[in-house]
């Protein structure tokens, strides 16, 4: 599976005030704690990869915990990569059984996030802890022959909230913090 994300630094009020005009559906809100690995054997840094566990809570209450495993970038062009990632019973046994392992917690990133669906792709309006606002745009794909009509589609959708495409960052909210 290929997840195709574009995200693109935004005021959020703005485009609040544009998903209506656009059709986008609200599917509700979260506050998202990802903590972030770096690997005993290779720098995730240097090959582009992460390994993250998410810890997720909703507005009514509501979450869960992933593990994740995000694979290089596969173009150019947007953040598209393969992602892997599961159902985790417990976070801190998780990472106990990581660090254990010889992973070493990275940073932990912090993020309230309001999530829209328009056609086949989600809308995220992010707020970040000590990084600041953006919008996503992302879907997933079976395969690589569909990368490229999935990343025009998102493009679309930004450009339909008034937002421009080429202002779109490659780098995650982990490496944003990090420069911070």
Do not use: C, W
């Not at 959020?12 to 998903?19: N, T």
């Not at 809570?57 to 495993?69: N, Q």
């Not at 690589?144 to 998102?154: K, Q, T």
Request: glycine share 6%; hydrophobic share 35%.
């Amino acid at each position: 599976m290929y997840e195709v994300e574009v995200k693109v630094p935004a005021d959020l009020e703005r485009v609040r005030a544009r998903l209506d005009d656009v059709g986008a559906t609200p599917t509700g809100s979260v506050v998202q704690e990802d903590t972030y690995y770096d690997a005993p054997h290779r720098s995730f840094s240097a090959t582009d990869e992460a390994l993250r566990i998410r810890t997720e809570r909703s507005e009514t209450g509501d979450g869960g915990t992933h593990i994740t495993y995000k694979g290089p970038l596969v173009d150019d062009e947007s953040k598209t990569r393969e992602e892997v990632e599961t159902a985790v019973g417990d976070a801190e046994k998780m990472d106990a059984v990581l660090t254990n392992l010889g992973f070493e917690a990275a940073a932990t990133v912090r993020k309230e996030r309001e999530r829209f669906a328009l056609d086949e792709y989600t809308i995220t309006l992010d707020s970040v802890d000590d990084v600041g606002e953006y919008v996503e745009v992302e879907t997933e794909v079976a395969d690589e022959r569909a990368l490229e009509s999935a990343r025009e589609g998102a493009y679309d959708v930004l450009e339909r909230l008034g937002l421009d495409p080429d202002d779109q960052l490659r780098t995650s909210y982990l490496e944003l913090l990090l420069e911070a």
